[in-house]
């Protein structure tokens, strides 16, 4: 694996100078992830599907993945900087970027399991596009999926036991291991970017199966594919990139306009929509924001955004729930992006006060000489992190 400290330290934005946009011949700009997704929205044959779908499951665009409760561990996103598409790792800050992949392959759409050992990602490393996991640290790479199909975009049930990813342009699930593929959106449109709630029982996902309007749109259903749900109304754009907060109270998810991107969030009933912006600047009105990622505490929002180079590449930032305290965590002359976060063990709670129990007599019924002396053995008890009472005191 390779290590890297980020360029510059983790800042507050400020303002940042336009760079020179790259563009390929008989483009007005770089294609990217906007450029894709105008793509996939429209109404398409089913060549262009395969076509299409390829390029979005290898490309740098974004994914969804769940939000797991637990203490906030390191951030995995996906990077070119070493020439082509690798998962990466650093801590919440941006310190400690390290390379876990590290082949000629593409490799990208990190999804952390629920207990944060494990990474499930898409790769081409066996010639076509398939589900793998590996160890956090990027050890034990183990292949899911063995079909010609085009696979991407994997996410865990909150239990670990099952793997949500699309396959073409159809949503399938199958267990940790790759046994039991099931399609649960067997249909003639495009399903995409699917995330489990944080009680297991819904699914998010990306469609655009609404004839009226034929725009990708967010939607919820059972985990079998069944009570199938709309849940945002875009007049237009194309939205992607779902994924439920750690209480299960909100869904984040971007909008595409083309040229630029917004994150959402939502009611998981498609009610009190918020925007989550991250500030704009005097060269840059306009920009893309995508890929949100909830933190396992909650406290803030990892998401993907060209705004430190106004249409160039993306960088990582995380936000504050409401889009404030904006900090951009990547500085490079690469491609950051598809951030997920990962969820460690909460602590214990501590013992309650036991100091509480000595009063009103209680020091006697402890067996305690005097309540001085039951204070002085509760403290002691919660300084090791261990019950009070637990025996009866000394007499």
């Known amino acids: 694996m390779l290590t890297f400290a980020p360029r510059e330290p983790s800042t507050r934005l400020g303002r940042i100078r336009r760079p020179a946009r790259p563009a390929l011949v008989g483009q007005k700009g770089p294609i990217g992830g906007s450029e894709i997704k105008s793509i996939l929205q429209r109404r398409r044959s089913p060549a262009l599907v395969l076509a299409v779908g390829l390029l979005a499951a290898l490309s740098l665009t974004g994914s969804a993945e769940a939000a797991f409760p637990g203490q906030n561990g390191k951030i995995a996103f996906v990077s070119d900087r070493d020439g082509n598409s690798e998962i990466y790792t650093m801590n919440p800050d941006g310190s400690e970027q390290t390379n876990l992949t590290n082949n000629l392959a593409v490799d990208s759409n ?3 399991s629920p207990d944060g050992q494990t990474i499930a990602f898409t790769s081409s490393r066996d010639g076509n596009s398939e589900i793998y996991t590996m160890a956090a640290d990027g050890s034990d790479v ?10 991407s975009n994997p996410s865990f049930s909150p ?7 699309v396959r073409n342009d159809k949503i399938y699930t199958m267990n940790a291991d790759g046994a039991d593929q099931v399609n649960i959106t067997d249909n003639a449109f495009f399903d995409s970017d699917p995330a489990f709630s944080p009680d297991g029982q819904r699914i998010a996902f ?16 059972n985990v079998d594919g069944s009570d199938v749900t709309r849940l945002t109304d875009t007049s237009g754009r194309a939205a992607a990139d779902p994924t439920f907060s ?24 498609g009610t009190d929509r918020r925007v989550i912006g991250i500030g704009t600047t005097d060269n840059c009105p306009t920009f893309r924001v995508s890929s949100p990622a909830f933190s396992p505490d909650g406290q803030r929002i990892a998401l993907s955004s060209d705004r430190g180079t106004c249409g160039g590449r993306d960088e990582i930032y995380t936000v504050g729930p409401n889009g404030s305290d904006a900090i951009r965590l990547t500085y490079n002359a690469a491609s950051d992006s598809q951030p997920d976060w990962q969820p460690l063990p909460s602590p ?14 209680g020091w006697k019924k402890l067996g305690y000489r005097n309540q001085g002396q039951c204070v002085k053995a509760a403290k002691k008890a919660a300084k090791r992190g261990k019950p009070f009472p637990a025996t009866a005191g000394r007499g």
Request: some cysteine.
């Open 206 to 221: 990306a469609s655009d199966r609404d004839p009226r309007d034929g725009f990708r749109e967010i939607y919820t259903m």
């Open 246 to 269: 750690p209480d299960g109270q909100r869904i984040a998810f971007s909008e595409d306009a083309r040229f630029f991107s917004s994150v959402f969030t939502i009611a998981t009933d």
């Open 348 to 361: 214990p709670p501590r013992p309650a006060n036991g100091k509480e129990a000595c009063k009103n007599g």
């Open 110 to 112: 990190p999804a952390f």
């Open 142 to 151: 183990t292949r899911l999926t063995h079909n010609p199909a085009f696979d």
């Open 159 to 165: 239990d670990g036991q099952r793997i949500a990813f």
